[in-house]
């Protein structure tokens, strides 16, 4: 997410600084709830995630509405990194809003919306997600409420270590070095015992002219995990899919909370269009168009 920091050529300048790559392509952004109430009335986490380089921000907030999600993304991610291409959520109504889509209009920045009910779809966003919630779990026992103050920690120790997906750790693909770790300062490493500003300095420069390369061979790396995982993906999956003109029944549960004596199925629903693959665009016998897109996860074929 963040750039790295950049060694100024003597040709650089306007035109110079309009060939450099943007400092976020794409990025996921996801709201949990299911924290204690916390100092401050904090029981919600926000998490955002940079696609390529893997660099995740996270905050606690009291409230989840759209002045918040705007004021983390503002604080958090514009004013430290740069304005990012696309941001791709979930359907929640913090993210559906009408100030959050004229605010992400204002700094051009393209929405996407995953299908409903499919948080797999904002894969990358879930997995530190997840990460971050093992992670409290593990550290805190009965101490529920102080996981606030946790949350530093353990995003310290996602940034500097390495991924699986690109071989590099997140904070080397933005800054171009590693960080010194209190480890290094308690017993000291062998780049902090023999410190020296001058080499130090110039060892600073050729990282930073070869951050771009490193980025290059991340992004093959992350090509080719992406390809695994789609191969081993398909292995196991039935195929199956509708057609425009479908009869469909979405489960009701992805809409939003059910009893326990309710039908577990709505519609029939008609398939309107094909977003992509395993992602329809439904609507009512009507003619009303149903919010949304809908995954292949949560819809089954109707039988009359």
């Not at 409290?136 to 026992?141: E, I, P, Q, V, Y």
């Not at 996981?147 to 920690?153: A, D, I, M």
């Not at 500097?160 to 997906?165: A, I, K, L, N, S």
């Amino acid at each position: 997410m963040p750039r790295a920091l950049e060694h100024q050529s003597p040709t650089s300048g306007a035109h110079a600084t309009s060939r450099k790559p943007l400092s976020i392509r794409s990025m996921g952004i996801r709201l949990s709830r299911s924290f204690p109430t916390s100092h401050g009335q904090r029981k919600f986490l926000i998490v955002t995630v940079d696609y390529f380089t893997k660099w995740v921000e996270a905050e606690a907030l009291a409230k989840i509405t759209e002045k918040e999600v705007i004021k983390f993304l503002w604080k958090n991610i514009v004013c430290r990194f740069g304005i990012p291409r696309a941001l791709v959520s979930d359907n929640g109504t913090q993210f559906l809003g009408n100030k959050l889509r004229e605010w992400c209009k204002g700094l051009v920045i393209k929405q996407f919306f995953t299908s409903v009910s499919n948080p797999q779809a904002n894969s990358l966003t879930e997995v530190p997600n997840q990460m971050i919630l093992q992670h409290l779990k593990t550290r805190l026992g009965s101490a529920k409420g102080a996981w606030v103050n946790e949350l530093p920690s353990i995003l310290w120790a996602y940034w500097t270590t390495p991924r699986t997906t690109t071989g590099e750790s997140p904070f080397s693909l933005c800054y171009g070095t590693e960080a010194v770790a209190p480890a290094e300062v308690g017993e000291l490493s062998w780049r902090v015992k023999h410190y020296d500003s001058k080499s130090n300095a110039q060892g600073m420069r050729m990282n930073l002219d070869l951050v771009e390369e490193a980025k290059e061979k991340a992004a093959v790396r992350v090509a080719m995990y992406k390809a695994r995982m789609a191969k081993a993906y398909n292995a196991k999956v039935r195929p199956r899919n509708f057609q425009v003109g479908d009869l469909v029944m979405p489960k009701a549960e992805a809409s939003g909370p059910i009893g326990k004596l309710d039908p577990k199925w709505e519609g029939p629903y008609k398939v309107v269009e094909i977003v992509n693959a395993g992602a329809y665009k439904l609507q009512h016998l009507d003619g009303k168009d149903v919010p949304r897109t809908w995954n292949i996860g949560n819809l089954k074929k109707y039988c009359a």
